[in-house]
């Protein structure tokens, strides 16, 4: 019963991408040629939005779901992994028109072809996973 909450989340966030057209592979299409603010806006309004809840969480010492304190780390500034990471993942993204988060929202409308996405996103996870301990990290 303690997950319904995160399904309705889910289910909310997945209505909200779909009405913004997030998920929209001609909205995507014009981001990546840079003839359209509509997806920069979404993007930068998501950013702004976290570091306002980070800032808020640990301002507050806001606790988790059990009662623990949130810990966030301080992550290390910019290194050539983030850069080789963050360029495999935006033409990951504009190769198929989705990032990972919307696979699932274009399966549940109906949009059958991203299986396709989904398969190749969980052999790159699988991949990853293999692979990890070999890469410079």
């Not at 304190?69 to 301080?74: C, G, K, M, N």
Request: proline share 4%.
């Amino acid at each position: 019963m303690k997950a319904l909450k995160y399904l309705v989340v889910g289910f909310i966030f997945g209505m909200v991408l779909t009405k913004s057209e997030a998920v929209s592979w001609y909205r995507i299409y014009e981001m990546f040629r840079f003839e359209s603010f509509h997806m920069y806006g979404i993007i930068g309004v998501a950013v702004a939005t976290g570091l306002v809840g980070i800032r808020w969480i640990k301002r507050s010492k806001a606790k988790d779901i059990t009662g623990n304190p949130i810990v966030i780390q301080d992550k290390e500034k910019g290194s050539f992994r983030y850069w080789v990471g963050g360029l495999f993942f935006g033409l990951g993204w504009a190769l198929v028109g989705s990032c990972p988060g919307p696979i699932f929202i274009l399966i549940g409308a109906g949009f059958l072809p991203v299986l396709v996405v989904l398969v190749g996103a969980l052999l790159g996870t699988f991949l990853y996973g293999v692979l990890k301990d070999k890469l410079p990290h």
